[in-house]
Nanobody, 120 residues
Framework: QVHLVESGGGLVQAGGSLRLSCAAS????????SAWYRQAPGKERELVGT??????EYADSVKGRFGISRDNAKNTVYLQMNSLKPEDTAVYYC???????????????WGQGTQVTVSS
């Protein structure tokens, strides 16, 4: 069983920064891919960015301001958010594609979500 626990959300003023963490626990061989999504009130969930270890891709709305990284030793992925804007206010969700053991199929897991509120 794999569990993801997100942390780091909160209230920040426009122009500020936050770093979200997503820690995976359980029987994990390696994280193949990580991604972050967000969902603002009344809007559909949207992809913020992905990181497969070799390549990073981001939504145009966050490109140049957000970055996804990971610590493989800790099985933790991060979303660094800089120059935050009020329109970045949303619940942020991490998702990881995990290989449970060498050569196994991969499984996707989701975090519980963490609220980010950016005040103007």
């Amino acid at each position: 069983q794999v569990h993801l626990v997100e942390s780091g959300g909160g209230l920040v003023q426009a122009g500020g920064s936050l770093r979200l963490s997503c820690a995976a626990s359980g029987s994990i061989f390696r994280i193949v891919e990580s991604a972050w999504y967000r969902q603002a009130p009344g809007k559909e969930r949207e992809l913020v960015g992905t990181n497969d270890g070799d390549r990073e891709e981001y939504a145009d709305s966050v490109k140049g301001r957000f970055g996804i990284s990971r610590d493989n030793a800790k099985n933790t992925v991060y979303l660094q958010m800089n120059s935050l804007k009020p329109e970045d206010t949303a619940v942020y969700y991490c998702t990881v594609l995990i290989e449970l053991y060498s050569g196994s199929a991969t499984w996707r897991y989701w975090g519980q979500g963490t609220q980010v509120t950016v005040s103007s």
